[in-house]
């Protein structure tokens, strides 16, 4: 037993001696990268002579290498990466800024058919307004009751014309007291003042179609005699009108953006017609 482990001894300093030997060659004439697999001595068990014995196993010496870079297929798939990204979102902002050009569109022209179509509802409202409407009635010591003088309003293709009273007298003033609206070279034009001016701008909506369709309605009025010969066919009656009110128009930057509003109106001043029997 003891010759054994002499003898292990003994190998195991021969194999130090040469490990030692072989590094100082190593290292005297191979560089860094360039040295072989370094030997490692490990102990381990022989189950031939039943003790420890050391075995010289290889490591293979792992050197780092230098860093290389992309090579020229991952540099054009990185490019088409970024161009793929790219361009999705230039497709999206393109997309984008042209929604909200086409809705700023639409909200104007919306607007501004809105705006007319209020203007000339509030206006025409008013027609057959009679400052001196007393003299309508019938008195006693004037049995020929005067009549309304505003009482006309004509309604034509694309044009409506109609007056109402600024004053107390009985006769309608062309320059301040007559009005009107009308379809005029893409554009909606309103009588003031006995000329007509633009209400809506044609550089930036073009009016395609102004209509005003006239609606009335007959109530018959209550008297307290009958007609003669018995009856009621001869009592006065009560004209309420109405007029509905349609635009049309589209941008002019961009024809496919087309709006129409309709607004209907009741004019407040009804018109009464013939009166009780005597």
């Known amino acids: 037993m003891a010759g054994a482990r002499a003898r292990s001894r003994g190998r195991l300093g021969r194999l130090r001696g040469r490990r030692a030997k072989l590094d100082q ?7 860094p990268h360039e040295r ?3 030997s490692v001595l490990t102990r381990c068990f022989d189950p031939r002579s039943s003790g420890m014995r050391l075995i010289n196993r290889r490591q293979r010496h792992t050197a780092s290498r230098p860093a290389r870079g992309l090579s020229l297929v991952e540099l054009m798939v990185g ?3 970024g161009l793929i990204v790219v361009a999705g979102a230039s497709f999206v902002a393109v997309n984008q800024i042209g929604d909200n050009r086409r809705l700023t569109l639409e909200t104007q022209v919306q607007q501004d058919l809105r705006a007319a179509a209020d203007l000339i509802a509030r206006d025409l409202r008013r027609a057959g307004y009679w400052g001196n409407s007393q003299q309508g009635l019938w008195q006693g010591s004037n049995p020929a009751a005067a009549s309304n003088p505003y009482a006309d309003a004509g309604a034509a293709a694309g044009q409506i014309d ?3 009273a600024r004053d107390a007298d009985n006769l ?31 550089t930036v909506l073009q009016v395609t179609g102004f209509t005003v369709t006239p609606q009335s309605q007959s109530v018959q009025q209550a008297c307290f005699k009958e007609c003669l010969g018995g009856g009621k066919a001869c009592w006065p009656t009560l004209e309420i009108r109405r007029y509905d009110i349609e635009i049309t128009g589209h941008a002019v930057s961009d024809s496919n953006v087309v709006r129409s509003v309709r607004e209907s109106v009741r004019l407040r001043n009804d018109l009464p017609s013939g009166a009780c029997p005597a």
């Open 25 to 31: 060659w190593q290292a005297a004439h191979l560089g």
């Open 162 to 164: 109609f007056s109402y």
């Open 36 to 38: 072989p697999a370094d």
């Open 172 to 202: 309608v003033d062309a320059n301040s007291e007559e009005f009107g609206f009308k379809l005029d070279g893409g554009a909606i034009k309103m009588l003031i003042g006995g000329t007509w001016q633009q209400l809506t701008d044609p």
């Open 79 to 81: 490019i088409a990466v």
